[in-house]
């Protein structure tokens, strides 16, 4: 008789792969943040994607704008694994960029891994894009006029992109670069890479000499690799590491600008640091901005610092250089 199923990965204890390849993942999160709801910003969920049950949330300034409303994509972090626009930091975050940048804010779920390995996270958030693209060619699609004509700026999209977003966004910017996806009348104008969750075989230095946050390690981040790179992929896929052995080249690629955006205490810096570096060398157009003593998710945790203001300011200012 053959042994019981064990635990093989353990996340926090809300997700456990066990060793027969079942899954339990909890609900309960208890998150102790508090939602905003100050009546500045107005959101609304909608379905863009009916085979896989995804969602995403839309979030408009209640204040009436002179000219159209620019679309800022907010993918959210979790490590692959986790998280939602429902989840409370992540709607903070896009009401508080809805709020003072004066735009559209779209954050699309995506399929969380281990049930559905990468690259369904991408996939879900080309299928996002393609949504709005519906949206710029046919009008009102169960908005119930919502965003009435003259509302959005179709010409005027950016994608940003958290943590493990972040790591989507770089893979969004790869495929529209390489123009396998098509969204006309659409046109992305730029991205916003905030810590990108990248990694690779060999180690940085802030990963070999900071390995430990106040929350977040290095062991944690290993933890989330196994459970979302493709079965049998090693630490330098191309989905883990953008310059690894088999990665796609990005010298002869039409990469939009891009804003990198890191923590100098992060274990990640050096990494996101390192990419932002060999993109520029590739001639690519890149604005990296480190922060001083700030750790992984010092922006999204913290909407309303005075670190997260400087954030949206240099958001703000990367927009608008990018939107001409």
Same mark, same amino acid.
């Given at each position: ?127 996002? #894009?393609?949504? &709005?693209?519906?949206?710029? *060619?046919?009008?009102?699609? $169960?908005? !119930?006029?919502? @965003?009435? /004509?003259? %509302? ?97 080249? #990005?010298?002869? &690629?039409?990469?939009?600008? *891009?804003?990198?955006?890191? $923590?100098? !205490?992060?274990? @990640?810096? /050096?990494? %996101? ?52």
């Amino acid at each position: 008789m053959g042994s019981l199923p064990h635990v093989v990965e353990d996340c926090f204890g809300l997700l456990k792969l066990y060793s027969d390849g079942s899954i339990s993942r909890s609900t309960n999160i208890n998150f102790n943040i508090p939602i905003i709801d100050d009546g500045s910003v107005l959101w609304k969920d909608y379905v863009f994607d009916k085979h896989h049950n995804l969602h995403l949330r839309l979030y408009k300034p209640t204040l009436a704008s002179l000219t159209k409303l620019p679309v800022l994509y907010y993918i959210h972090a979790g490590g692959f694994c986790f998280g939602s626009r429902t989840f409370p930091n992540f709607h903070n975050i896009c009401h508080r960029l809805a709020s003072e940048l004066g735009v559209l804010v779209v954050a699309p779920d995506y399929r969380l891994a281990p049930e559905h390995r990468l690259p369904a996270a991408i996939d879900d958030t080309i299928s996002s #894009l393609k949504w &709005l693209q519906t949206l710029a *060619m046919h009008g009102d699609i $169960g908005c !119930d006029t919502w @965003l009435g /004509d003259g %509302v959005v700026d179709f010409d005027r999209v950016f994608v940003m992109g958290d943590s493990s977003g972040g790591n989507v966004a770089h893979h969004v910017a790869l495929r529209l670069g390489m123009g396998l996806v098509e969204l006309e009348p659409v046109r992305v104008r730029g991205y916003v890479l905030l810590s990108p969750f990248f990694g690779g075989s060999v180690k940085t230095r802030s990963e070999e000499e900071r390995p430990c946050e106040v929350f977040w390690n290095l062991d944690m981040y290993n933890r989330f690799w196994r459970l979302s790179l493709p079965i049998g992929g090693t630490k330098d896929h191309p989905l883990m590491n953008p310059f690894g052995p088999s990665s796609p080249k #990005l010298a002869d &690629l039409n990469l939009n600008p *891009m804003l990198v955006v890191v $923590g100098s !205490d992060e274990i @990640l810096k /050096d990494r %996101v640091e390192d990419y932002a570096k060999k993109l520029k060398e590739l001639g690519k157009k890149i604005e990296y901005v480190e922060f001083e003593g700030k750790q992984h998710g010092f922006f999204t945790d913290h909407p309303f610092s005075e670190v997260a203001e400087r954030v949206i300011q240099i958001i703000e200012d990367f927009m608008a250089e990018n939107s001409d």
